[in-house]
């Protein structure tokens, strides 16, 4: 989900992301909830739009993770 | 008996190198275990465990290395005590267990790099190796190509192991690491011969240049991390 978000440039409305992401509403919801609970994604208000933005601790997280995914196709793990 | 082959105009050089090399292993094993953290795989706390040992083995030599090489007062004060009370093999004692553990760590961080993360799981094998591991560290005291000749071996399978993984990924990091791991082998292959002090620095260089090629591997994964962009055309995410 992060990765479909910083595709977007960051910010994306929910219902592109529940399709792109493949999920079901209630999947989507709960992954959410949990994302906005660690602080890695926001919801703002743009343009009469509700979108969903990643925040600057979710692109840090994001990296790291893209990171440990690239150490650990290196070794094969 | 000789417990170093190090000649004296490489002493300074030579505990460099081990510093240089104990940063490594422990940028790889904190690279692993942060791995591990946020995906919770095991093969990456295993493969943590074996760069730890491997470092551990590196502080082992370092400590012990440190006071036989440069701190002279110790030396004297052990030397004249060693003669007045005549505990010189308490002075031994300490080589022999310095180096005995940097062996002995060394193997099993290299064994488990070789073993488990692929089995993730500690196997009934494991004793038996380990036990021989530890024969090898104890013999190496006397016989001190035993030590060298198992470590080729070990790197000889771990290399094989990440040639089998470049097949399949195809990627430039894996690359890298096999040459990583094929230079420590051949410094593995010169060490061999490190009864004669030059044939030790040559082999010590070499090893240096096993972690340099690490250290890039290691500044490859992170700054490949960070040019996952926004647009997100790494077909590896996709």
Redesign the interface.
Known sequence: MLRIMQEKGGRIRKTHLMYKANLSHKQMTSYLEELEKNGLVEHIQEKDKNLIRITNKGREFFVQYAQMREFEKTFGL | MKIVFTPDWFLTSDVLIDVFSFVILILLFS??F??YK??K?K??LF?GAGFFLMAFAELATIITKLPLYYNTSITTQIGTAAINYNFIGTVDIFYYFGFFFSRLLFLLGLYIIYKI??DKKITKDFLIILYLIFVTSLLSHSLYYFHYLTALIFIASIID??R??YQ??K?K??KI?VLGFSVMALSQIVFLFSKFAYIYAIAQTIQLASYVILLM?IVK??K???K?????DNP??A
């Not at chain 2, 996952?228 to 997100?232: A, C, F, H, R, W």
């Open positions: 690279l692993a942060k791995s946020l995906n795989n093969s990456s493969l993360p692929y192991n990440y089998k993984t399949k990924t990627l990091t894996t690491l591997l994964i992170i490949d991390g960070k996952e962009k926004p647009g997100g590896r995410y």
